[in-house]
C-alpha cells in the first residue's frame, strides 16, 4: 500500500515567525536572533549579535528594562513585559516580551512581539481628538462636539503646546489685539465651552485649567486631526 505524501515544513521555517526568537548571555549581549528580527527591530540579525541588548532600547525604558532582566535572571518567569526600541531609522518600536533563564547554558530565551499598532490604537482611544473639518471636539470613546470656530480656535491654541498657553496667544488665535481685549470675554467663552462638553456628554469635563497669572492648560492628550 502506497504511504500517503508527508509535508515537510519549508527549510527556512524560521524566516516565515511573526515573533523574533532572542537568546542574549550573562554579559546582556545577543547570542543569536531568528524569527522576524528585521521585521521588529528594524536592524538584520548580524548588525545585532555580540552587541549589549540595552543599546537599542529606548533610553527611558533602559532602568525598568534591567530590572525585568535581573528578576528573570533569578529564576522568575517573565510572561508579559512591554518595553520600547529604537529601530535604525529612528522609530520607536513598543514589544511585548515573554522570558525565561536558562541556568544550564547561563542564556536568557525570549520571544519578542511588535505591539506598536495595538499601543498605538489604545491611545487613541484614550486621546481627546480635536477635528477641524468639521470643527469638533471628540471625546475619549464618546461622539463628536460641534464647535463654533472660536470655540475651535480656543482649543487649536491649547492643544500645541502641554504647557500653559497665554491668554495673549489665545487672543491672537481669536483674531484679536491683547491690548484692547476685555479678558472677561475670554473668562465667558471658556465658561460657555465647558457647559457646551457637560451639555453634550453629562458627567464629563473639559480638561482644561485656568492658571493664574499664566493662562490655560488643556491637561489631557489632545490629538489634532483632519
Request: aromatic share 8%; with cysteine; proline share 7%.
Amino acid at each position: 500500500m502506497k504511504k500517503p505524501p508527508t509535508s515537510t515544513p519549508p527549510v527556512d521555517v524560521m524566516n516565515f515567525l511573526l515573533d523574533a526568537i532572542c537568546v542574549v548571555d550573562a554579559q546582556g549581549r545577543f547570542v543569536s536572533i531568528t524569527g522576524a528580527c528585521e521585521q521588529i527591530f528594524g536592524y538584520p540579525p548580524e548588525e545585532m549579535i555580540g552587541k549589549p541588548m540595552i543599546d537599542f532600547v529606548f533610553e527611558e525604558d533602559r532602568a525598568r528594562t534591567l530590572e525585568a532582566v535581573k528578576r528573570v535572571e533569578e529564576g522568575f518567569l517573565q510572561r508579559h513585559f512591554e518595553n520600547r526600541y529604537l529601530r535604525k531609522n529612528g522609530e520607536i518600536v513598543t514589544i511585548l516580551w515573554s522570558a525565561r533563564w536558562s541556568e544550564t547554558d547561563q542564556v536568557r530565551v525570549a520571544v519578542a512581539r511588535d505591539i506598536s499598532e495595538q499601543t498605538q490604537a489604545e491611545s487613541k482611544a484614550h486621546c481627546w481628538r480635536l477635528s477641524n473639518s468639521p470643527p469638533q471636539l471628540i471625546p475619549p470613546a464618546l461622539p463628536p462636539i460641534l464647535l463654533s470656530a472660536q470655540d475651535h480656535a480656543v482649543l487649536l491654541a491649547l492643544a500645541g503646546s502641554a504647557e500653559a498657553v497665554s491668554r495673549e496667544v489665545i487672543v491672537h488665535a481669536l483674531g484679536g489685539d491683547f491690548r484692547y481685549y476685555d479678558q472677561r470675554r475670554l473668562d465667558t467663552q471658556m465658561r460657555r465651552l465647558r457647559r457646551k462638553v457637560e451639555a453634550a456628554c453629562p458627567g464629563l469635563q473639559l480638561p482644561v485649567a485656568t492658571l493664574r497669572g499664566l493662562g490655560y492648560r488643556f491637561y489631557e492628550e489632545i490629538e489634532v486631526c483632519q
